[in-house]
């Protein structure tokens, strides 16, 4: 159909006829959406008071450097290492930095193996795209599985050891120029292949190009330290000094978390994933074959069991979620689905989980981590959320949000949890064959 002149005149005539819509639209055009919708008593039911709650550690400022995912995990590991050294948390600050400079150098190999390792006759570029080879190829963006990855094999080191550059605030420009250089080795790849050159002539080529990388990464974030010598003053003011570490002395001795025993539980009731199956992202990784985003999809009361657990042993929960702009009230840092009573006032109904995830609306976009929970009457109300975007006067004072139960059940994608508060069921459902997949936009991040 066509709309016409006459529906607009017929439209206009009926939404005059009602006067509350002149009322909501000068209340909304005057004060703004959010200030004309939001519902007080909903705010005063979120209290920043949490029965379950981890100590406060200082708060890491991301900018628009889109790692959330690294900050998440340093965030997870930092009470464990803090402890070990014997350091206040609230002083005790790792290297963003660190990490970020190995996962773009793996993600790179891993685009290079993933090319050539690939048969002959789809080194098409229609296959390619289809496969969504290059998609997102060096992304600052990530996930717990990448951050663990890099942490095993390359350690970690204190944030004054390798602070953040300036280019390190933002992470679109370093991410065009890097990964148009990756795609120009690839076609350079693309025509070797073809030629008939072997894998291990394939890869002494990119054993060129990685070098080329560590190289460029250097010029911009700086070079890694390969060797540091520790020096901290401890909870008591002793002064502490270790010669000659590496990066994975030092995690060997501070990390005593094994992250192997931490394993990723979803809850995504989405036409194409069911539960109890356990799915891969085929192809996107860092290490190459060494980091797959994989998860087991559990029912939402399964994921908050696990959290629970994990917090009453003094340990964060990694939480990958969905931060809809909508249910966000940043002045407090709320998180709740009811904060804006959109429905009444706009005469409109949001999608459900299932409807959001399987029609888009709905993704992991951030990643955090659960610090605490408020249980009354064996019912979570309230989590605690620590950001990674730092506490300003304006939005999260406090540096993290409150997040009613409600925006847990429809909003949170993932959790970190260790396998030992799975089910022996549970346990077992991680040994199945992964279900492969592509790029979703549930996993977008």
Not at 50 to 63: A, C, G, H, M, S
Not at 401 to 425: A, P, Q, S
């Amino acid at each position: 159909m066509n709309i016409t002149l006459e529906d607009i005149k017929t439209f206009s005539k009926e939404y005059n006829a009602d006067p509350t819509n002149k009322m909501i639209e000068n209340a909304i055009t005057t004060n703004g959406l959010e200030n004309a919708c939001l519902d007080r008593d909903i705010v005063i039911e979120n209290q920043s008071v949490f029965n379950i709650e981890l100590p406060d550690t200082k708060r890491y400022d991301q900018k628009e450097s889109w790692k959330c995912w690294i900050y998440a995990g340093m965030n997870m590991i930092q009470y464990n290492m803090a402890e070990n050294l014997n350091m206040d948390l609230m002083k005790f600050e790792l290297s963003s930095n660190y990490i970020a400079f190995f996962d773009k150098l793996e993600k790179s190999n891993t685009v290079y193996e993933n090319i050539i390792n690939i048969p002959i006759e789809n080194t098409t570029l229609e296959y390619i795209k289809q496969e969504k080879l290059l998609k997102d190829c060096v992304t600052e963006a990530g996930f717990y599985e990448w951050f663990a990855s890099i942490i095993k094999k390359y350690g970690i080191v204190p944030y004054s050891y390798m602070p953040n550059p300036k280019e390190g605030e933002d992470g679109v420009k370093i991410s065009r120029i890097f990964r148009e250089k990756v795609k120009k080795d690839v076609i350079h790849i693309l025509k070797e292949k073809k030629q008939g050159k072997s894998k291990e002539e394939l890869r002494n080529l990119t054993k060129e190009y990685i070098k080329q990388n560590y190289i460029f990464l250097s010029k911009i974030l700086g070079e890694p330290p390969i060797i540091f010598d520790l020096e901290y003053k401890d909870k008591n003011g002793t002064y502490i000094s270790q010669k000659q570490l590496t990066p994975i002395d030092f995690k060997n001795q501070y990390l005593t978390l094994n992250l192997d025993d931490f394993v990723s539980i979803a809850n995504m009731p989405m036409y194409s994933k069911e539960y109890n199956k356990v799915y891969r992202l085929k192809y996107f990784g860092n290490v190459y074959k060494n980091s797959y985003r994989q998860f087991l999809n559990l029912p939402i009361e399964d994921l908050k069991k696990c959290a629970i657990e994990q917090l009453k042993d003094g340990v964060p929960v990694y939480v990958s979620l969905d931060i809809a702009n909508k249910c966000v009230y940043e002045k407090q840092g709320i998180l709740d689905t009811r904060i804006y009573n959109y429905e009444k006032t706009l005469d409109i109904y949001s999608l459900d989980k299932k409807e959001g995830l399987d029609f888009s609306e709905i993704h992991s976009s951030h990643s955090m981590v659960i610090t605490g929970a408020n249980i009354k009457d064996n019912h979570v109300q309230r989590w605690k959320v620590e950001d990674s975007y730092g506490a300003g006067p304006d939005e999260k004072p406090n540096g993290y949000y409150i997040m009613n139960d409600n925006y847990f059940d429809k909003f949170v994608m993932d959790i970190i949890i260790n396998k030992r508060y799975l089910t022996e069921e549970q346990r077992e459902l991680l040994n199945q064959e992964p279900i492969e997949y592509d790029m979703d936009v549930e996993d977008e991040i």
